[in-house]
């Protein structure tokens, strides 16, 4: 039987808040991503998920179109796509990333930091660049960066990942306080440990190096867990990008919400 609060859940997803909005979400077809795709279809919003490669399927009402956001012909062809789809874009959630561990952080090749930032930072930047001029002019938007509680307590082997989220962060922040008189609102998502499959592996190849070992234990601890006694589910993520796309959260920008079941100190 489901309770009261799981009902008052259900029913506040059934509301169609997003009504006529256009969306944009990157990295939307697997994990946290796809969540989001559906949470926004779900709240009424015409959503077109991007990804480097066309899944098997897309919830249904979204479009796709495949791109490398961490190119500039990539994030070109998202926004012609958005353009060309639904006349542009009023909501905008970067939630492609990602990051592998490395054995020591000074010698972590040159390219790999390069990777990270293309993948984590610069590629937000660049399409922020093509989408959010329009939503200056229209004098109403929203951009939700998906980040990672995880730069909260940086450590090396994942040194290229969260410094570039850092930076993500940062320029959140400035991107707010620049489009704010405009009306276009900025945020920041920073999901804690997920049950997705990326996530697991990465933890795996976390394990395995702490270990010294050259193969992934075939799961994680599954007692190192958040105070709140269990990981995170991608719904719980598209939850908080729902919140801060929607009119709910009118009167918050340049803010990072962090979704992680308590697991790290307050920033």
Known sequence: MNSTADNDKHDQHDQRDLAGRRAVVTGGTRGIGEAVVRRLLEAGADVLATARTEPATVPDGAGFVAADVTTREGAEAIAAAAQERFGGADIVVHNAGGGTPSESTVATPAAEWQSALDLNFISAVRLDALLAPAMREAGSGAIVHVSSAAVLTPVGMFLPYTAAKAALENYSRGLAIDLAPSGVRVNVVSPGRTATPGGEATRREWAAIAAGSDTPPA????????????????????????????????????????????EFPMG
């Open 219 to 262: 799961e994680t601890n599954a007692d190192d867990v958040p105070p709140l006694g269990r990981e995170g589910r991608p719904d719980d993520i598209a939850d908080a990008v729902h919140f801060l796309v929607s009119g709910r959260a009118a009167w918050l920008t340049g803010r990072n919400l962090i979704v992680d079941g308590g």
